[in-house]
């Protein structure tokens, strides 16, 4: 299970060291990866830019993907990687803050597999990460897919 990474996506760096705390402090060992912007999201999905050169098909076994992101928003993050043969099957969970009906329609139309409100409570936002991990790092079986 530790070869599985997630792919955090965050810009606000209290909710990043939030998030990291609360799947650490549920068990959840894997390398976590962050970036801060919807473009250096992309860059390291698709090895572009600052991470040009790194493996292709390593990729994340989850996506935690905000909303509210500069250069890129989540949503447009979210339509390139469902755009792509590469990772459109690539789980996706918006992590936001927002509780917009508009923004989770939204995100679901465009093939969010799950969207999590982040809670303010950080005992909430602890149960939230657990569960997180072990739907999608234990739990879920994505399919393979091969070389496209």
Not at 4 to 12: A, H, P, S
Not at 117 to 143: C, D, S
Request: aromatic share 6%.
């Amino acid at each position: 299970m530790k070869n599985k990474r997630i792919l955090l996506v965050e810009d606000n760096p209290d909710d990043e060291a939030l998030t990291v705390r609360a799947l650490k402090k549920s068990n959840v060992a894997n390398e976590i990866i962050v970036v801060r912007d919807g473009v250096e999201a992309l860059d390291y999905l698709f090895c572009e830019g600052s991470f040009a050169g790194c493996q292709p098909r390593a990729l994340p076994q989850v996506v935690l993907l905000d909303l509210k992101l500069p250069k890129l928003d989540g949503l447009g993050v979210l339509r390139r990687i469902r755009a792509d043969a590469r990772t459109r099957f690539l789980p996706v969970v918006i992590l936001s803050s927002s509780d917009e009906e508009a923004d989770r329609l939204q995100g679901y139309s465009l093939g969010a597999n799950s969207y999590v409100r982040k809670p303010i409570n950080f005992e909430q936002f602890l149960t939230a990460a657990a569960h997180l991990g072990l739907y999608w790092l234990v739990l879920n079986e994505p399919p393979v897919v091969e070389d496209i």
